[in-house]
């Protein structure tokens, strides 16, 4: 196999094959592999799953695979991060104790709070279809220029501010440097961060893949950007 193709990281947590059957459609070809030498090898990753953030590390470490994810991270390819996956590149987490992430971008993991809205308790894991806003256009947000208010070259390119995504979460990322924020979500009480993009590296708290024809888009623009590496 040469180089030509998105590694689907397999860490054994999470539906792996919607995300690689998403590849699929807008044209990539996507292995999912716990091996470091395809990893190393490919045009792009995808780091994905769902569960316990401490349990993921583990495996991680287990599988030799820490390292590996850190130095693709520089290596200028696209890097993309979904539900865990995105938790799993910051610095720490507070679920269930204190743990360390891969540490890829600064910013810690907590969790969302239970709360009412118009009387209906919102309970936590948040699951189901949220509204994703720019930071700039976000309702509770005072116009912030330090903020990226546009999607423009980012794998939102396309999409609307306000379109909603699909979410299956307890927790979500909290970064020290907000200017990488691409779009803010709201859960009762909760306002947190849904996406970002840092350089080569872009991170989701929704699913795209299961998130309809908006969440297509996000990887018809991930394509664009891989095939500039072939």
């Known amino acids: 196999m040469d180089n030509h193709f998105v590694s689907i990281v397999d860490y054994d947590l999470g539906n792996l094959f919607s995300v690689e059957q998403a590849c699929r459609k807008v044209g990539l070809t996507a292995v999912i592999t716990s091996s470091a030498d395809k990893i190393q090898k490919s045009q792009a990753v995808i780091l994905t799953g769902v569960g316990a953030f401490a349990k993921a590390m583990e495996i991680l470490t287990d599988k030799g695979l820490v390292d590996i994810l850190r130095d693709y991270s520089l290596s200028g390819r696209p890097l993309m991060g979904i539900c865990l996956g995105m938790q799993l590149l910051m610095t720490e987490s507070y679920e269930f104790g204190r743990h360390r992430g891969l540490d890829i971008i600064k910013g810690t993991v907590k969790k969302l709070e ?103 888009k996000i990887y018809e623009n991930f394509a664009k950007q891989v095939l500039k590496y072939k």
């Open 114 to 216: 239970v709360t009412k809205q118009d009387k209906e308790i919102l309970k936590v894991p948040h699951v189901g279809w949220s509204r994703i806003h720019s930071p700039s256009t976000h309702p509770r947000s005072s116009s912030d220029s330090t903020l990226v208010g546009e999607w423009e070259g980012s794998l939102l390119e396309g999409i609307p501010s306000g379109r909603q995504m699909y979410f299956v979460h307890s927790y979500f990322v909290e970064t020290q440097e907000k200017e990488i924020v691409l779009s803010k979500t709201d859960y009762g009480i909760n306002e947190f961060c849904s996406s970002i993009k840092f350089g080569n590296i872009s991170a989701f708290q929704f699913h795209p893949e299961c998130s309809g024809t908006y969440g297509l």
